[in-house]
């Protein structure tokens, strides 16, 4: 397989899927912003698995590899989590395991923890190996842990927080993750052996270079993600304040 080659993969038919249940189950009650933020979610998952991105991951970089999971854990989850109108996510939310895992004390250890354990360099390798299998159930987890971190930052139901709790948490988040893209990049040899044998060196990178790449990409996205969210609640935080201080 070319390092430019589409990859055709049954795991981009869930982002159609998703994208055809959005749309039938909020028919006749769309809201223009929400249902453009949930497609643009499908959108990029369907991106990260069929674009040269996902050859270029399972095959030849580190660097490749590490913005798919971006990708699958972070931007795509926040816009479909921003596209559930609140109509669909009070009863999506309403079963006790839903509001056990969307409680932001839960929410956050479980995408933290997902994202450390599919770096852990034997299970990476392992994934790559296993694509139809293990590395269809990383995607996967990648997604369903997104969704689940984000859920309490965009949605009401079930654990309302604050303005000042969602900044509190999108920092917390920044905090706990960054770490890894921090070691990925700092680290002084490569981590992962299934890219020995790629192929060939995609753009002249060495594997160690390619790492690093990766590393700094990932801790520079995370900042700017979080940042950006943390800046969002934290000027709701003192809008609500300075109304509070008008009425008083």
Excluded: K
């Excluded at 056990?100 to 933290?112: D, N």
């Excluded at 079930?158 to 990049?185: C, E, I, K, N, T």
């Excluded at 900042?223 to 008083?248: G, K, N, P, T």
Aim: with cysteine; net charge negative.
């Amino acid at each position: 397989m070319v390092p430019g080659a589409w990859s055709w993969n049954a795991e981009a038919f869930v982002a159609v899927t998703l994208a055809v249940l959005y749309l039938v189950a909020t028919r006749g009650d769309r809201h223009a912003l929400r249902t453009t933020s949930f497609l643009a979610g499908c959108a990029l998952l369907a991106a990260a698995l069929v674009t040269p991105l996902d050859t270029l991951a399972r095959e030849y970089l580190v660097w490749a590899h590490l913005l798919q999971n971006v990708v699958l854990a972070e931007w795509a989850p926040l816009l479909l989590v921003l596209g559930i109108p609140p109509r669909l996510a009070e009863p999506m939310a309403r079963p006790r395991v839903a509001r056990a895992l969307t409680h932001p004390f839960v929410a956050l250890p479980v995408w933290v923890g997902t994202y450390a354990l599919w770096h852990v360099p034997a299970l990476y390798d392992a994934a790559l190996r296993r694509p139809e299998s293990l590395l269809a159930l990383e995607h996967a987890t990648y997604v369903a842990s997104g969704v689940l971190f984000w859920w309490c930052v965009w949605q009401d139901a079930p654990h309302r927080l604050s303005s000042v709790a969602r900044a509190g948490y999108a920092f917390a988040a920044f905090v706990f993750s960054a770490p890894l893209g921090l070691v990925l990049a700092l680290v002084p040899r490569p981590l992962y052996d299934f890219y020995a044998e790629a192929p060939e060196r995609v753009w002249g990178l060495s594997r160690l270079e390619d790492q690093q790449l990766g590393g700094m990409t990932m801790a520079g996205e995370q900042s700017l993600v979080f940042f950006a969210v943390f800046a969002y609640w934290f000027a709701r935080f003192l809008a609500e304040q300075e109304r509070l201080e008008e009425v008083a």
